[in-house]
């Protein structure tokens, strides 16, 4: 099982970016497919998750309404569209596999991509 999380870059404040997620080695339907980030001296942070068997989708308070999950089962991609992102969003990005609860908590998820830097600053 391996996930490979891309599309990180430097926006600015306002700004968009989509980051995806590839896995390899199984199906995105077997798994669910949660987003996390890691801002330096914060504590991980899980962002958003979409569930494997009926697509339910969960976010944290501080994405919500700015930040979309989407899954390709074509493609056994997922992505997470960003939308009006704040410096505060600065962060690593992870995507992992796991079980898709709320509150989203990575002690739910068992595999992990590496992570994808995302800065936004003007």
């Known amino acids: 099982v391996q996930l490979q999380a891309s599309g990180g870059g430097s926006v600015q404040p306002g700004g968009s970016l989509r980051l995806s997620c590839a896995a390899s080695g199984f199906t995105l339907d077997y798994y669910a497919i949660g987003w996390f980030r890691k801002a330096p001296g914060k504590e991980r942070e899980g962002v958003a998750c979409?569930?494997?068997?009926?697509?339910?989708?969960y976010y944290a308070d501080s994405v919500k309404g700015r930040f979309t999950i989407s899954r390709d089962n074509a493609k056994n991609t997922e992505y997470l569209q960003m939308n009006s992102l704040k410096p505060e969003d600065t962060a690593v990005y992870y995507c992992?596999?796991?079980?898709?609860?709320?509150?989203?908590?990575?002690?739910?998820?068992?595999?992990w991509g590496q992570g994808t830097l995302v800065t936004v600053s003007s």
């Open positions: 992992a596999a796991g079980n898709c609860f709320y509150p989203i908590s990575p002690y739910e998820y068992e595999y």
């Open positions: 979409i569930s494997s068997s009926d697509g339910s989708t």
